[in-house]
């Protein structure tokens, strides 16, 4: 998929995830944390998103991913806000809390505080919730300043949906 991030790149990411939906007749919802709602953004900023996106939201603090996404405080106190865990009951949360059958969430550090030996500033983790019950996840970790952190992630976002979608 793109390499770039830019403003194109994402564009053309999104319409390849709204021709991807409309196909499988699919429904969206997003759950971001550290992209304050920038994968939303991306996909509505398409005409006709609202054949596909149902909605988007935003948990930046722990005390949000508990109560509009039902993250357990022992999973975000045992295993941190940016981990896959919590990442994973994001996408469960979302798709749950919603009329939407795929979600996307978005958990991280993009500075340019908020970094630890084992969680550096960049570290970002993903969940993908699918129909049949599926979540899947991942961590990258980003190179850049706070909006390329963030630009990266909204990218891995949207590809990670493409390349699940496309299976």
């Known amino acids: 998929m793109a390499t770039r991030h830019d403003d194109e790149a994402l564009s053309m990411l999104a319409a390849a995830l709204a021709a991807e939906m409309k196909m499988l007749g699919r429904r969206l919802v997003t759950a971001e944390s550290c992209t304050g709602g920038w994968i939303a953004k991306v996909c509505t900023d398409l005409p006709g998103s609202s054949e596909w996106f149902e909605r988007g939201l935003v948990s930046y603090s722990n005390e949000a991913k508990r109560e509009l996404l039902g993250v357990k405080a022992g999973n975000v106190q045992r295993f941190g806000a940016v981990s896959e ?36 500033v960049g570290t970002v983790c993903f969940g993908w919730a699918l129909p049949g019950d599926i979540v899947e996840t991942e961590i990258h970790r980003f190179t850049g300043d706070r909006d390329e952190v963030r630009r990266a992630s909204v990218a891995r976002a949207l590809e990670g949906l493409l390349e699940r979608l496309a299976v």
């Open 85 to 120: 865990e919590v990442a994973a009951a994001m996408a469960r949360g979302a798709v749950d809390n919603s009329r939407a059958d795929v979600a996307v969430s978005v958990s991280g550090i993009a500075g340019p505080g908020g970094g630890s030996p084992d969680k550096p």
